[in-house]
């Protein structure tokens, strides 16, 4: 009996013990998300305060005027537009394949290790080597030139290692049942991918699509060397016409321009404009995949 109340005694010890330690981590969690949270409404807070005053009916829909110290930046809108959603649709189906493929058909060894090595490896790699690999390949070698085509294969590649890796995580959150059962009553491997598979992972892939959406979007170093132009007041009719970015409009701005104080409030407006694209951008694929889960619930 004594060995018992012993043992029921450290049992509890190891308990409060245990709890004690969660909650001094899930305070340290709730502090870190909370100073993220904090900042980022600092961020979006102090922009808003300096931009709101240029954000006018002209300024979204008029070219700069007057070496860009007046007008508006709608072909910057047009070009952030047209360099993203190309982005993502160009690396939407070759990540969405390349992570079937090495979660579905892939043999594990160590070519597959070395693979997502690299993938992992790629994802980490600074924009502006992207940028200048997309100078000397896509400009250079492919002929090109600065244009659209460039800057979108450029992002492309930039993003394909974040969607790769969100959609490798989703197709393995997929349960093992869903493909017995479908090999069970009789559909092929690829039917069993294209009918319950990649439709069970759909809200996942959505998710590193968003991450890709926004990064494309936001980048500044891979289109100045591959897509961006100073300054052009016409929208681009072809995909090798050179566009203005809101992200490399900012930095012209603000390190570049003939006028920097002058053109100040047109600096954080654009900035506000690209927030604002990016998160109009990233909250339609978020209700988009919401409603795709409640439809599979």
């Not at 502090?31 to 993220?36: D, L, T």
């Not at 993938?119 to 600074?126: C, E, M, S, T």
């Not at 900035?271 to 694929?285: F, G, K, Q, T, Y």
Request: hydrophobic fraction near 55%.
């Amino acid at each position: 009996m004594e060995e018992k109340k012993i043992f029921e005694l450290s049992f509890e010890k190891i308990l409060v013990r245990r709890k004690r330690i969660q909650r001094i981590l899930f305070m340290f969690f709730r502090i870190a998300a909370f100073i993220n949270c904090v900042a980022l409404f600092l961020v979006v807070a102090f922009i808003m305060l300096k931009g709101w005053k240029a954000i006018t009916w002209e300024f979204l829909t008029q070219p700069p005027l007057d070496s860009m110290t007046k007008g508006g930046i709608l072909p910057c809108i047009i070009g952030t537009l047209c360099l993203g959603i190309g982005a993502i649709v160009v690396a939407l189906p070759i990540g969405v394949a390349s992570a079937v493929y090495l979660n579905e058909y892939a043999r594990p060894g160590k070519l597959l290790r070395l693979i997502r090595l690299g993938i992992n490896n790629l994802a980490g790699v600074p924009s502006v080597v992207f940028g200048l690999f997309g100078l000397a390949f896509f400009v250079i070698w492919l002929k090109m030139g600065e244009s659209i085509l460039a800057g979108v294969l450029t992002l492309a590649a930039l993003t394909l290692p974040v969607i790769i890796g969100s959609t490798e995580e989703a197709l393995k959150a997929v349960p093992d049942t869903y493909r017995e059962a479908s090999l069970a009553l009789g559909a092929t491997r690829w039917q069993t991918i294209y009918r319950v598979v990649l439709p069970a992972a759909l809200p996942g892939i959505l998710t590193g699509a968003i991450l890709g959406l926004s990064r494309a979007a936001g980048e500044t170093a891979p289109i100045m060397f591959t897509a961006a132009v100073y300054y052009t007041p016409h929208l681009p009719s072809s995909l090798f016409d050179q566009v203005m970015a809101l992200p490399y409009h900012v930095y012209v701005l603000a390190t570049a321009g003939t006028n920097i104080e002058a053109t100040r409030p047109l600096q954080y407006g654009t900035s506000l404009v690209l927030i604002a694209l990016v998160l109009s951008m990233n909250l339609a694929a978020i209700v988009w995949r919401s409603r795709l889960r409640k439809k599979m619930k």
